[in-house]
């Protein structure tokens, strides 16, 4: 792919509302302007990468992209897992990302406990990955610095 690392930023907004929170997977949704601009090469599946919500830390996520075949959804969404404990919720908030590799396709499950295993794993190969010396460059990429800066201060 291309387009990888694909750098976008955008408003969370409230999502399916499945409760994924419950699950203790909560997930960031991006709004459909957000999900529209993606590259065509980028194809949908699950995907890794740096995350952070308006001027804040820099985390690792994982990232889903596309239909949910599991919920059958009709509508292509991104929704990042950031990985870490947030004390409140964000919606409303810019969150900004670039996502650095792909995971593995999209996939139905037989169970909800199935799907939960799978994010678990997703969330383990994940830290793998971006524990590695070479992925620090873009942890530290300005993206995360001066322009989240500009846009919270209305620039
Ligand atoms: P929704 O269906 O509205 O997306 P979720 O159950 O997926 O609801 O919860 C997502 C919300 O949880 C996010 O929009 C954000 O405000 C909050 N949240 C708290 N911690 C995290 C986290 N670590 N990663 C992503 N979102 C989080
Ligand atoms: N949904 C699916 O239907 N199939 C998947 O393979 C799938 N993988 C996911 C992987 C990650 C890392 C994340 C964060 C979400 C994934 N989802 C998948 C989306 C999931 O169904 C959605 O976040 C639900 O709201 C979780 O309950
Ligand atoms: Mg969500």
Redesign the pocket.
């Given at each position: 792919m291309k387009s990888l690392p694909y750098f976008c930023r955008g408003e969370v907004v409230r999502?399916?509302g499945?409760?994924?929170k419950e699950?203790g997977?909560p997930?960031a949704n991006f709004p459909d302007s957000v999900v529209d601009n993606l590259p065509a090469d980028i194809c949908t599946?699950?995907?890794?990468g740096w995350a952070c919500v308006g001027t804040g830390d820099v985390h690792r996520m994982?990232?889903?992209i596309?239909?949910?075949?599991?919920?059958?959804?009709t509508k292509k969404?991104m929704?990042?897992?950031i990985i870490h404990t947030y004390k409140e919720d964000f919606y409303g908030e810019v969150l900004s990302v670039v996502v650095v590799g792909y995971?593995?396709?999209?996939?139905?499950?037989d169970s909800?406990d199935s799907?939960?295993a799978?994010?678990n794993n997703?969330?383990e190969e994940?830290k793998r990955r971006l524990d590695l010396p070479e992925h620090n460059k873009l942890r530290e990429d300005n993206f995360f610095r001066t322009s989240a800066n500009q846009i919270m201060n209305g620039h």
């Open positions: 999502g399916f499945r409760g994924s699950l997977i997930t599946g699950i995907y890794y994982v990232m889903s596309g239909w949910n075949p599991y919920y059958k959804n969404s929704e990042t897992h995971v593995r396709p999209e996939k139905s499950f909800l799907l939960i799978a994010i997703d969330i994940a």
